[in-house]
């Protein structure tokens, strides 16, 4: 059964979320740095309920953390990938959950634009050459898409 179908307990995350690698037709990738941790990651979240579609969550993400609003340029890449869950993280989520399924978006735009962060989840942005920007990223999910887009890009 998809996780999508499963409702977590009241009050816990679903361990379902999205990725969406925001970048340039120059190659250049937007970064952020999450607050507190530290890391640097591409846009990230969580399905809000199981009515939620991963679609709908990307360009929801993607507003809510950066302020970017777009209607072209979007790519669902058809890839969900499940990785381990930080057992520091996993307070988060319903009992006995260990995994989360990532669906991976990308958005292309022409060219840099304007961020406005969401403090309390990144207090850092920048864009970066995508060629180098794999190594600052600490997700191997956010890594093997960066990878994919910058192999399409050449």
């Known amino acids: 059964m998809s996780s999508s179908l499963l409702r977590p307990p009241s009050g816990f995350k679903q361990p379902e979320s999205v990725l969406v690698v925001v970048y340039t037709d120059s190659g250049e990738t937007l970064l952020l740095q999450r607050t507190g941790g530290g890391f640097w990651q591409s846009v990230t979240g969580s399905l809000q309920s199981v009515a939620e579609t991963p ?12 302020g970017i609003e777009a209607d072209e340029g979007w790519r669902n890449h058809q890839v969900a990938q499940r990785f ?6 996993r307070y988060r989520y319903g009992p006995g959950v ?12 022409a060219e840099r634009c304007e961020v406005t962060l969401n403090c309390a989840e990144h207090d850092l942005s920048r864009w970066e050459r995508i060629s180098s920007a794999k190594e ?7 890594r093997a898409a960066l990878a994919q887009i910058a192999r399409e890009l050449v």
């Open 55 to 66: 679609e709908a969550a990307a360009r929801r993400e993607l507003y809510e953390e950066t």
């Open 84 to 89: 381990y869950i930080l057992p520091e993280y």
């Open 136 to 142: 600052s990223l600490w997700s191997w999910t956010n």
């Open 98 to 109: 260990t995994e989360n399924l990532e669906h991976v978006f990308s958005l292309r735009l």
